[in-house]
């Protein structure tokens, strides 16, 4: 999962390269590199690390070449070391490449082309590429044509029929300074079209401000850029028309707006978030929701008996909420599946069986897979999704947009909770077609319009968070416990806390602690426990009184005003007492701003954590 970048026109191509992989850094920040290609040749740059370092190399000696290439790496196969940073070299320097995705049959490829007298200079599976390419320009020079272009679309073509796996790659020729090929198979790729110039982005946030008209390519696509036009193919049957879309793109330039991190500037954007994801959704005349993009018959609707709902990660943590919301709302049975584990096996899915894909990016490459996997089955696949017009969004038969607007902090946040929001409202929408009444229906709108000034709300305990962040920002465990919709809530908090701060957490049923857990438990390792009132609370109490014995530090989030968490815990966050299927949605947000304070104190790159990426498109 790494981030691409490609420019060809008349202006220097630098420029836009470097500021388009800065834009998609999120994808991965082990290394970055860039190629150009002037009348000098082939250039190549590389430096380990953040963009900056790649930014500051460049500086020293600019270069004015209007074609170009970039990439910013999350390593899967070779160390972050410069040798494996991307531009790859093939042959002897006459091809040049950058690649996302995994070459799986890279080692017997290798074999092969070592054999034939081809240099590996790195531990990539991407440089397998670079030299089948140089390899396909051999065979396909011997065959002259008219097209110009033909030589070099055919040795891609050649190359890309020899490899198992994904790949997103653009591709420059030594010998063709003019020339840009592209080419996508599981990993994205847009092309961005200009007034005689053309650019190329694994998303399309690095065109904001350079252009509106797009052209997503799909699977088994190629495209060949140079400054006089493009044009679009299909890997096995020829030459086709691209679709350009004109995209509303200047939303997608990143501004802090005064925060010190986008994550910060995530969790405060949650009120708005969620308003977003409801605007237009909620039906007061039938007590239901609306959902434009489910594609689905009323008929099909009623028939529904069993949902499965896969993502990974933080969207998952949402699906879990989604389980106990569906089912409550709705009596319809919900199972949680990761999306990486689904796509495996194979279960048994009936014909009323809906399956959802839950999704902030879009890209996530299990989460995609299970949809397609499903979908490829015959079964009706949609998705929850926040990327307008990406890959899951594509691939499913239909589904609903966040609106959350752009999360760019590798640390999801504003999608939780707006996944969280939208899950409830499916909740009620399938609700209304079954058991739930009317009036009930009314009190679930009524409560899912107070939920935006809930959060609000809640967003008001930082400074008592910062504190609790200060007392408990040296210890080395965590345990974060809650019940039933905060089982998930529980969940969260402890990814939060280990992917931005380093610090080990784990999130349990508090009920379960007891059967394994509880063994953590000492002086230095604090216990959250998510305890508002509600059908398990005095249970939940229980087990804080069962820490407590044991010596252990509790930080409760608790509602207002409850003299008996006061009396127990050693520091209380409270958070405002709401209906218990939005609770999640309002108790994530002193969990989430602990993360982001504990993790600026011990000094963590809250927004670019070491080892992830924001997308996660490798399986
Ligand atoms: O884009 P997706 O929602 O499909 O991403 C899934 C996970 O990779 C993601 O939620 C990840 O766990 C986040 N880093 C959590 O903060």
Redesign the pocket.
Known sequence: MCGIVGYVGREAAIPFLLEGLRRLEYRGYDSAGIATCGPEGLTIDRTVGKLVNLAAKLGESPSDATIGLGHTRWATHGAPVVANAHPHVGGDGEVVLVHNGVIENHVQLKQELAAAGYDFRSATDSEVVAHLIAEGLKRASEAEGADANAPYLDAVRWALSRLRGTYGLAILFRDRPDLLIAARFGSPLVVGVGKGEYFLASDASPLAGRTDRIVYLADHQLATLTPSGFTVHHREQGRISPQIERVKLDELIPSLEGFDHYMLKEIHEQPEAIRNAMRGRLDDQDATAIFGGLNLTPQQLRSVDRIILT?????WHAALVGEYLIEELARIPVEVEYASELRYRNPPIGHNTLVFGI???G??AD?LAAVCETKRKGHRTLAICNVVGSSIAQAADGGIYLHAGQEIG???TK?FTSHCCVLAMLGLYFGRTRDLSFEAGQQTIEALRSLPMWVQQALQCESRVRAVAQRFADATNFLYLGRRYNFPTALEGA??LK?ISYIHAEGYPAAEMKHGPIALVDRHTPSVFLVPRGITYDKVMANMEEVKARGGPIIAIAGHDDPQVEALADEVIQVPEVPEFLQPIVSVVPLQLLAYHVALIRGCDVDRPRN?AK??TVE
């Open positions: 993502g990974c990660g933080t969207s999704t902030q990016s890209e996530t989460t590798v640390a999801s999608a990814l939060k992917e992830l997308s996660v």
